[in-house]
Antibody, heavy 122, light 107 residues
Framework: QVQLVESGGGVVRPGKSLRLSCVAS????????MHWVRQAPGKGLDWVAVISYDGSTKYYKDSVRGRFTISRDNSKNTLYLQLHSLRPEDTAVYYCAKDSPWHQIKWEFDYWGQGSLVTVSS | DIQMTQFPSSLSASVGDRVTITCRAS??????LAWFQQKPGKAPKSLIY???SLQSGVPSKFSGSGSGTDFTLTISSLQPEDFATYYCQQYNNYPPTFGGGTKVEIK
């Protein structure tokens, strides 16, 4: 069965950096686009970034572009999100999510990880 | 960005009730709409895609309908495990956007 397991969250000061990881299993990771979606405490869902199956295409939410970097290592079945210049408003649970269709970005999230909490506070 | 508006934002219902949640898009999105269920402290779970297609393994008490700007999620007979928050999401236009959620509580 599909499993996505995030790690790397924690408490960090404003302006600092953090890297999240998401290890995938149960499907052919290298054939699917992957997303990061976040949820601030008590709030709704907010898409952050996507990377194509081969890493050649990346898109970001406006407010994180230039500060966050999405990447993947298909040999390790792992998705990453590097977060730089963190702000208090970046505080959220960060979920990785699999896109549905093979070899496409369709923004259709069919499986989600359990999430990793990032807290930005001084 | 396309704005997704869900209503009601919360509702109270009893076990066995039929429940309907509405989602409205600020512009037409064809049938590019998904519904998710989220329980406290858990990840969202995909229920429906393409407005009315049931995700594999999701019970048939869940159904979706609509096209264009107006969509509904219906739970035919509410069970204890269905008390959760439900979100709609459009994927017709970049960036993908979510509704604000509907919390279904026990009456």
């Amino acid at each position: 069965q599909v499993q996505l397991v995030e790690s790397g969250g924690g408490v960090v000061r404003p302006g600092k950096s953090l890297r999240l990881s998401c290890v995938a299993s149960g499907f052919t990771f290298s054939s699917y686009g992957m997303h990061w979606v976040r949820q601030a405490p008590g709030k709704g869902l907010d898409w952050v970034a996507v990377i194509s199956y081969d890493g050649s295409t990346k898109y970001y939410k406006d407010s994180v572009r230039g500060r966050f970097t999405i990447s993947r290592d298909n040999s390790k079945n792992t998705l990453y999100l590097q977060l730089h210049s963190l702000r208090p408003e970046d505080t959220a649970v960060y979920y990785c999510a699999k896109d549905s269709p093979w070899h496409q970005i369709k923004w259709e999230f069919d499986y989600w990880g359990q999430g990793s909490l990032v807290t930005v506070s001084s | 960005d396309i704005q997704m508006t869900q209503f009601p934002s919360s509702l109270s219902a009893s076990v066995g009730d039929r429940v309907t949640i509405t989602c409205r898009a600020s512009q037409g999105i064809s049938d590019s709409l998904a519904w998710f269920q989220q329980k406290p402290g858990k990840a969202p779970k995909s229920l429906i895609y393409a407005a009315s297609s049931l995700q594999s393994g999701v019970p048939s008490k869940f159904s979706g309908s609509g096209s264009g700007t107006d969509f509904t999620l219906t739970i035919s007979s509410l069970q204890p495990e269905d008390f959760a928050t439900y979100y709609c999401q459009q994927y017709n236009n970049y960036p993908p956007t979510f509704g604000g959620g509907t919390k279904v509580e026990i009456k």
